[in-house]
């Protein structure tokens, strides 16, 4: 018994030296040999100090950005959660444009993607390699611009149905008050941030898969409270500390579930039963069209989905599970209604900021707008003012200097796969304090590297002096820089760059020129007094200055034209 025992005793102690050896050659150890120690990089306070609020936080990152830059050039070593974790922060477009482009040597960590498909299942933001590869061939057909121009008149219509509801919230303000206390000619406090993303979810719901959300009329539809809830309750007001502690350790999440995880769970579960049950209907409908002779005529994303995943052409080892659908259909609603509605939530903002600016715009509007209100117009007529919307040179300059200036990605995040050579076109700033003239970067396997999305975006020594300010006229004399550096969307990388780079940008781009042709023409927006700042929540979203517990929001002075063509 006591021979047992000792033995046990003896395996014990073996297995706790293995992790102790295995944690301190992981802490201790290998850390001083991290090539990236090579590289400059800011000073810490002390063994557990890092470098992650200064270069996440957008009220911070700027002015930490161009610092860094003036000090350490344009490839930075950087401590992340523990003295294990260096990092690279490429400010390099040279590096960074590597960096994107081979995604297969650098993917999304399983952090990342542990936490986006806890959240919205392994689409194709979570999916790497064959999997995103499989997925977005499958997708990338309900992209074309022959099916987006489809949806123009539905982005219209909810464009319409937002003006209108802001009118009667005008009109019904204006006639419950007594005379004396009349607003400012009808003008009234509006949180556009709130209104905006019940829009755009409407329309990515119809967009998306045909269904009706009603959201600008009202909140009480199950699947819109679901998602609504997932993305904003459970995301931007979970726990930081016990969110990553959920990542790291996922029992935790099953054994002791806390607020956040349960709401998600609930959220979820509604999700795959509603939604779930339409991918079943719209795949029973193609399948009866294919049966009958008559094809399914859908033009929502998810029929265009289905129709391309049981294409003859597509070999069957290429096609996508229902629950693929399903999660891509999640991440058509996040990405099509969070990030679009910020992105004309800031623009408004701007705007707001910059009268003469806004009116200039308005007056461009106003030029092209039909002298029938749009709500007349056929959908020839309509597909014909988007044609000339997309063409207008200072609506196209506002939107590019908004989506610069306030990306609503702030950053990302790449974990190289093996050993790698970054290559680097400007001189490289060691950590002995000498500047090197080498061709590269040498980056281990298993580094993570951000991506410094607005880092790019305000560089004053790509963009100018002015890089931080609303400029749209920059648009009209780029320089040789700015033409150089990696992009999807006007030399930008608000919408990524290489292999997975924004599938649904052209869909963003319509309904940001639509709601702003729709309430410029209709509406003037002016600042309340209030203090709006950034805040790095997933994605960068306005709150007001002690209010962060109320979640996003946007107040803005909205007062109806005096006349308005689209009225």
């Known amino acids: 018994m006591a021979s047992v025992s000792t033995i046990s005793l003896s395996f014990f102690s073996a297995v706790i030296l293995l992790l102790s050896s295995y944690v301190v050659y992981h802490i201790i150890i290998a850390p001083r040999f991290n090539p990236l120690r090579k590289l400059a990089g800011p000073p810490l306070k002390g063994p557990l100090d890092n470098h992650m609020s200064s270069v996440l936080d957008p009220f911070r990152s700027p002015k930490t950005h161009a610092a860094y830059v003036g000090k350490y050039g344009r490839n930075v070593r950087i401590r992340g959660l523990g003295p294990w974790d260096e990092r690279l922060l490429p400010l390099d477009p040279v590096s960074i444009a590597h960096v994107l482009k081979n995604s297969t040597i650098y993917e999304k960590p399983w952090q990342s993607r542990r936490l986006i498909t806890s959240l919205i299942g392994c689409g194709m933001l979570a999916a790497e390699g064959h999997i995103h590869k499989r997925q977005r061939r499958v997708a990338t057909p309900a992209f074309s611009i022959q099916n987006l121009r489809a949806l123009v008149p539905l982005v219209f219509s909810k464009g319409e149905e937002l003006r209108d509801k802001w009118m009667d919230i005008i009109q019904a303000v204006k006639e419950d008050q007594a005379p004396s206390e009349e607003q400012d000619s009808g003008q009234l406090e509006i949180d556009v941030c709130h209104w905006i993303s019940r829009a755009t979810f409407d329309v990515i719901g119809l967009a998306g898969f045909d269904y009706h959300f009603n959201a600008i009329q009202n909140e009480s539809d199950e699947l819109f409270a679901a998602y609504k809830e997932m993305f904003e309750i459970a995301v ?26 349960k709401t998600v769970h609930r959220c979820q579960e509604t999700i795959r039963r509603v939604a779930g049950k339409l991918v079943q209907q719209k795949k029973a409908r193609i399948l009866d069209g294919e049966k009958n002779g008559s094809a399914y005529t859908g033009k929502d994303l998810l029929s265009l989905l289905l129709k391309s995943n049981v294409a003859t052409d597509l070999p069957p080892d290429q096609r996508i599970s229902d629950e693929d659908i399903l999660h891509n259909i999640n991440t058509f609603m996040f990405a099509g209604s969070d990030t679009t509605s910020l992105a004309l939530t800031w623009t408004l903002l701007l705007l707001a900021r910059h009268p003469d600016l806004q009116t200039r715009l308005r007056t461009e509007l106003l030029s092209v707008a039909p002298t029938t209100p749009t709500s007349r117009l056929s959908v020839e007529e309509i597909e014909s003012l988007h044609n000339t919307l997309q063409n207008l040179p200072f609506l196209n300059n506002v939107c590019r200097e908004s989506l610069r200036l306030i990306p609503p ?78 992009g999807l969307y006007s030399n930008l990388l608000t919408f990524s760059a290489g292999p997975r780079s924004c599938i649904g940008m052209r869909f963003s781009m319509i309904e940001m020129k639509t709601f702003l042709y729709i309430l410029l023409t209709t509406f003037s927006f002016a600042e309340t007094g209030k203090k709006i700042y950034k805040a790095n929540v997933v994605l960068t979203r306005p709150y007001v200055a002690g209010e962060f517990r109320r979640g996003s929001q946007c107040p803005l002075l909205v007062k109806p034209l005096v006349s308005s063509v689209t009225s």
């Open 236 to 261: 931007s007001q979970g726990d930081g500390v016990r969110t990553v502690l959920g990542i790291y350790f996922p029992f935790l999440n099953t054994l002791f579930p806390d607020k956040r995880v």
């Open 409 to 486: 990605v702030h950053s990302s995040l790449r974990v190289a796969m093996q050993d790698d050579e970054i290559p680097v076109s400007y001189p490289v700033h060691l950590s002995d304090g000498t500047i090197s003239e080498q061709k590269s970067v040498r980056v281990p396997k298993g580094s993570f590297v951000h991506v410094p999305v607005e880092a790019f975006n305000l560089d004053m020594g790509i963009w100018g002096d002015n890089a931080w300010e609303f400029d749209p006229d920059r648009w009209d004399h780029l320089s040789e820089d700015v033409l150089s550096l990696p």
